[in-house]
Antibody, heavy 125, light 107 residues
Framework: EVQLVESGGGLVQPGGSLRLSCAAS????????MNWVRQAPGKGLEWVAN????????YYVDSVKGRFTISRDNAKNSLYLQMNSLRAEDTAVYYC??????????????????WGQGTLVTVSS | AIQMTQSPSSLSASVGDRVTITCRAS??????LGWYQQKPGKAPKLLIY???SLQSGVPSRFSGSGSGTDFTLTISSLQPEDFATYYC?????????FGGGTKVEIK
């Protein structure tokens, strides 16, 4: 059974740092792109970042560039999100999600087929 | 960044109704679009990928269509378990962006 379990959320002051973890099991972690998606309280979904299978490519939403770093440890089946210089607007539930990565003959598509339960990050003084 | 505009933002419908949700991209995105369903307090669930391909295990009453800038998610006969919020997602280019969501409520 595929499982993704996030941890590391909590209350942090503005300007502070936090490191989220996502423990994966039930599939070959090193074969999939992985993503972080967040959801502010009562708001919609926002894609945050993703990382290629071997960690050689990483992409971010503009609002977190230079502050957040996505990484992975395939030996530990784990995904991470290092969050620095946190702001009130970073308050959200953070989900990790696996990208099934369906590819046709002409294109590849983001298919977030498994998600964790989310971990809440609250940035407040 | 590509903007994804969903409409309506909410709707009320009855069990058995046909429901249509639209998503418009600020520029052409071929068919690089997915649809997700989210229930309160739960993680999103993938319904449709590549604009019209049904994810394994998703009931056939869900269907997607469209290409370029205009896309549609249709629920052919709304069931009680379908009351939720629906999001489109484009992955034509980075950053990946979601639509604002459509909340489907019981009439």
């Amino acid at each position: 059974e595929v499982q993704l379990v996030e941890s590391g959320g909590g209350l942090v002051q503005p300007g502070g740092s936090l490191r989220l973890s996502c423990a994966a099991s039930g599939f070959t972690f090193s074969s999939y792109w992985m993503n972080w998606v967040r959801q502010a309280p009562g708001k919609g979904l926002e894609w945050v970042a993703n990382i290629k299978q071997d960690g050689s490519e990483k992409y971010y939403v503009d609002s977190v560039k230079g502050r957040f770093t996505i990484s992975r440890d395939n030996a530990k089946n784990s995904l991470y999100l290092q969050m620095n210089s946190l702001r009130a607007e970073d308050t959200a539930v953070y989900y990790c999600a696996r990208d099934w990565g369906y590819c046709s003959s002409t294109s590849c598509y983001t298919c977030l087929d498994y998600w964790g339960q989310g971990t809440l990050v609250t940035v407040s003084s | 960044a590509i903007q994804m505009t969903q409409s309506p933002s909410s709707l009320s419908a009855s069990v058995g109704d046909r429901v249509t949700i639209t998503c418009r991209a600020s520029q052409g995105i071929r068919n690089d679009l997915g649809w997700y369903q989210q229930k309160p307090g739960k993680a999103p669930k993938l319904l449709i990928y590549a604009a019209s391909s049904l994810q394994s295990g998703v009931p056939s009453r869900f269907s997607g269509s469209g290409s370029g800038t205009d896309f549609t998610l249709t629920i052919s006969s709304l069931q009680p378990e379908d009351f939720a919020t629906y999001y489109c997602l484009q992955d034509y280019n980075y950053p990946v962006t979601f639509g604002g969501g459509t909340k489907v409520e019981i009439k």
